[in-house]
């Protein structure tokens, strides 16, 4: 079965510097990967996928992720956080060769301060 | 502007009454899906659609129907809500390539008393 980890409810990280949100994921072939961002009382923004190819992916303000299929992970990094980045992040995965069925990890909390 | 549009975006009501969350997109989309975020369990998806008429079960579709009767349009249904569906509920839309992402409606807040 599909499913996705994000490990940490909470991410805080001092403006300026870099900043890591975790992701792994598990399926039973090969996954379709994505990043959503949802502001305080907005639907979610998509952020960056990986499909194919290049391991590193570039999204939207400066985001970046990285898939690593040995470790079966995706996670969403940004040199430099801002405190506007401060927002909830889902990661998601879709099964290549199944289904329309996409599953969300539960969400980290990003928090860059000041 | 290409949207996502859902109704009502609040709505309280109480054990048992029927209703219905709408959901409309104008992108010419085929694949529509509902979810629900509840805290510390993320998103959960209801129900989805790849096209009018063919719809099929996410991972949490009990207590909760679907139509899609219409291209545009995908409404979710609550014949007998109960306190336990109290969450926030968002739409999604994308095209039919399997490459592409989701858009998301603002989301429906409801509170089943």
Redesign the interface.
Known sequence: AQSVA?PEDQVNVAEGNPLTVKCTYSVSGNP?L?W?VQYPN?????LL?Y?TGDNLVKGSYGFEAEFNKSQTSFHLKKPSALVSDSALY?C?VRD?EG?????????TRLKVLA | EAQ?TQNPRYLITVTGKKLTVTCSQNMNHE?M?W?RQDP??????IY?S?NVEVT?K??VPEGYKVSRKEKRNFPLILESPSPNQTSLY?C?SMSGR??D???????TRLTVL
């Open positions: 994000q379709y994505f959503y907005r639907g979610l923004q998509f996928k499909i889902f998601a290549i289904t329309y069925k996409y599953i969300f990890g539960t969400g | 996502v694949y899906s979810y510390g369990l993320g998103l959960r998806q989805y790849m099929d996410g991972d968002f999604a399997p490459t992402t989701q858009y998301f409606g603002p989301g």
